[in-house]
């Protein structure tokens, strides 16, 4: 099974990082109201949607709480960023309810494949783990009125644990796989720091962005593997084989990408 869930935004090779790079921007010297802002510029969008475009193309995704100034401007003008997005064989996705919005990669009626600023970078077994008890704690606090759900770091660590097969033996190396996964998660913005640095916020993108279908999809599979045991000690199938990272599970479907 090899789907895209975690996809990346690149700048012709290089892969954009997820931070802000607007801090230096003196906004008060800029007309918001101009679609004129340097000179050459032939641009059509306003400052503010400009900044807005930039922030989705950077970021896996961007939300009333994350970017609040950017998911303004989404809003008011969705058709024109989305005819942006279009342009460059991206197409927005955005979640109203839960005020989230991403992008994926556009898909042709035809079949072709388009050029693609987007790369698979598959979720690793751990990761995908983390994902699927980070999306069921988001939903049973929700369904409980919890207007924030947080989950701790060790709670996170002991689900992946309970998915070690009774063959692994490397408890230390599992451990840390588990707890690598939970910061590429906190990196990824699904999970959000607090003032502890054990205690984290589940983001509300989790579950429009990853299927429940698919993750319940991959956690049988993983499950299955895990019941297998394993025809010599390196079996590729083992959930927690020592070469698991360079084994990644892929969590994901590329028309649900971010």
Not at 50 to 66: C, D, G, P
Not at 75 to 102: C, G, K, M, P, T
Not at 213 to 237: C, G, R, S
Not at 244 to 256: K, L, N, S
């Amino acid at each position: 099974m090899s789907v895209e869930t975690h996809p990346e935004t690149t700048e012709t090779t290089d892969v954009v990082e997820m931070v802000e790079i607007d801090a230096g921007v003196d906004e008060e010297l800029l007309d918001e109201t101009s679609v004129s802002l340097f000179e050459g510029d032939e641009g059509g969008l306003e400052y503010a949607q400009r900044r807005a475009l930039v922030t989705l193309l950077k970021q896996r995704f961007i939300s009333a709480r994350t970017h609040p100034r950017d998911w303004v401007v989404l809003v008011e003008h969705e058709r024109l960023i989305r005819s942006r997005l279009n342009d460059l064989f991206l197409d927005l996705q955005l979640d109203r309810s839960r005020e989230v919005a991403w992008k994926r990669q556009a898909t042709s009626e035809t079949g072709v494949r388009f050029p693609t600023m987007l790369y698979d970078a598959a979720w690793s077994r751990e990761e995908t783990l983390v994902l699927v008890h980070l999306r069921d704690r988001l939903r049973a606090g929700v369904a409980s009125g919890d207007a924030r759900v947080f989950v701790d770091r060790e709670d996170v660590v002991d689900y992946v644990a309970s998915f070690r097969p009774p063959h692994a033996t490397d408890v230390s190396g599992d451990d840390k796989r588990a707890r690598n996964a939970i910061t590429s998660i906190v990196k990824a913005g699904l999970l959000i720091g607090t003032g502890s640095e054990d205690r984290f916020e589940i983001s509300e993108a989790v579950e429009p962005l990853i299927p429940l279908e698919l993750l319940q999809e991959l956690l049988e599979a993983l499950v299955t593997a895990n019941a297998e045991a394993p025809a010599e000690p390196d079996d590729p199938a083992d959930l927690f084989d020592d070469d698991a990272d360079a084994d990644p599970v892929a969590a994901g479907d590329p028309a649900e990408e971010q």
